[in-house]
């Protein structure tokens, strides 16, 4: 928040994460969705927790991966956030308007950094306009994942588009031109297998 009428958001819909607790749950897993406000409807079959904030979210899923075999996190996660948010409305009175922001935590990184067990999966999407493998393997990398989903911008809002998925040892998968819920059922599938493998 930046006062209590405004905010600093993006234009992410929910609708990759919502398809990815679907596709979960459709696959007899216990889900817990930690969402942030988008205008979808709520699945049935999981926990649900509403957050607001980056600081909420990386409560909730500190609470949620203490319990679970694998987190996806599809969330698009602001980046910064205001120093300080004003109490009141902050009214029209300056020509410039300078909000001072800092970086939020990122929730990915640390759970990658702080799984419960060896076994537990961990799976990121990674969002970029260019150099799209190069960037999104070096999160892979930098957040120590087992898998990392990678789109383009098109992929905000969209019913369908086009990922790119890679794990520390496989090459490049692509699917292209596929519903969100495709997607998410091969995400799900993907993060099954690396889940069953870390078993054997
Ligand atoms: N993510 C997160 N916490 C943040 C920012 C991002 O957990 N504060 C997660 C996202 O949910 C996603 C992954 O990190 O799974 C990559 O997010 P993305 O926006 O593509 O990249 P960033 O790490 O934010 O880096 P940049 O914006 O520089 O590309």
């Known amino acids: ?11 992410s819909s929910g609708k990759m994460g919502y398809a990815v607790a679907e596709a979960a749950r459709d696959r007899g897993a216990a889900v817990w969705l930690i969402t942030a406000p988008v205008s979808l409807p709520e699945p049935v079959g999981i926990e649900i927790t509403q957050v607001q904030t980056a600081n909420e979210m990386k409560e909730a899923v500190a609470r949620a991966v203490a319990q679970a075999d694998a987190l996806i996190m599809a969330a698009a996660v ?3 956030t205001p120093v300080r948010s004003a109490k009141t409305k902050t009214k029209k009175s300056e020509r410039h308007l300078t909000i ?6 990122d929730i990915l990184k640390w759970a990658g950094k ?9 799976v990121g999407f990674a969002l970029e306009d260019r150099n799209l493998r190069v960037n999104a393997e070096k999160k892979l990398t930098d957040k120590n994942l087992d898998m990392i989903v990678a789109n383009s911008p098109e992929a905000i809002a ?13 090459s490049w998968i692509k699917i292209e031109n596929a519903t969100k819920a495709a997607i998410a059922k091969k995400v799900v599938h993907l993060a099954e297998k690396l889940y069953q493998a870390k078993l054997t």
């Open 1 to 11: 928040p930046i006062d209590p009428v405004r905010h600093i958001g993006n234009r």
């Open 114 to 122: 702080h799984r419960k067990g060896k076994r537990q999966i961990v």
């Open 158 to 170: 969209a019913d369908k588009s086009d990922v790119q998925i890679k794990t520390p040892d496989s």
């Open 100 to 105: 001072r922001l800092k970086p939020t935590p």
């Open 78 to 80: 602001a980046d910064y």
